[in-house]
T-cell receptor, first 116, second 115 residues
Framework: AQKVTQAQTEISVVEKEDVTLDCVYE???????LFWYKQPPSGELVFLIR??????QNEISGRYSWNFQKSTSSFNFTITASQVVDSAVYFC?????????????FGTGTKLQVIP | GAVVSQHPSWVICKSGTSVKIECRSLDFQATTMFWYRQFPKQSLMLMATSNEGSKATYEQGVEKDKFLINHASLTLSTLTVTSAHPEDSSFYICSAREGTSAEQFFGPGTRLTVL
């Protein structure tokens, strides 16, 4: 069974502050992908990143960075110098690579509000 | 990148009627399509998985006679909500996958309101 936990339901920060969104996952598979998606009020999911379970390198993309630690089963997402446009719900997700049925399991989401 | 469209983007219907939602992969062949449901302020819950030309596989608790899924071609899957009731009001999102790729591409969603 797969499970993704996003313990932070809602976070509010003041613009320009840094914020980290936590994600902890559970899976019995040794090969899997982890994802982060952004869902603005319009509802459309915006893909942010995909990470293979064999690649534990941290990644930085502009103001976004991700910290993947298999030892703690965590895949945290940090936004540096937050902006109002970052306000959205962010979902962490997991999919296994074994077998032909690749089900994506989503976390419950973290609503981020960036206050100007 | 791969594009998935959904139609309509929103729909309002009367209780008891049926509503069809289309999901199309525009620039790739979607071997597998997934249908998700999202209630307000909640996460996405997988409803069913459909492979082109095969019957859909429904998740536990999802009524297959109420949510009819047809994946007739490699670019189109449809979800029909039959005899819709107000509790079916939700945001329905489809995603599509090409071959055995781990990547799923999501549609923009369809907001269904049943009066």
């Amino acid at each position: 069974a797969q499970k993704v936990t996003q313990a932070q339901t809602e976070i509010s920060v003041v613009e320009k502050e840094d914020v980290t969104l936590d994600c902890v996952y559970e899976t019995r598979d040794t090969t899997y992908y982890l994802f982060w998606y952004k869902q603005p009020p319009s509802g459309e999911l915006v893909f942010l990143i995909r990470r293979n379970s064999f690649d534990e390198q941290n990644e930085i993309s502009g103001r976004y960075s991700w910290n993947f630690q298999k030892s703690t089963s965590s895949f945290n997402f940090t936004i540096t110098a937050s902006q109002v446009v970052d306000s959205a719900v962010y979902f962490c997700a997991l999919t296994n690579l074994s077998g032909g049925y690749q089900k994506v399991t989503f976390g419950t989401g973290t609503k981020l509000q960036v206050i100007p | 990148g791969a594009v998935v469209s959904q139609h309509p983007s929103w729909v309002i219907c009367k209780s008891g009627t049926s509503v069809k939602i289309e999901c199309r992969s525009l620039d790739f062949q979607a071997t597998t399509m997934f249908w998700y449901r999202q209630f307000p302020k909640q996460s996405l819950m997988l409803m069913a998985t459909s492979n082109e030309g095969s019957k859909a596989t429904y998740e536990q608790g999802v009524e297959k006679d109420k949510f009819l899924i047809n994946h007739a071609s490699l670019t189109l899957s449809t979800l029909t909500v039959t005899s819709a009731h107000p509790e079916d009001s939700s945001f329905y999102i489809c995603s599509a996958r090409e071959g055995t790729s781990a990547e799923q591409f999501f549609g923009p969603g369809t907001r269904l309101t049943v009066l």
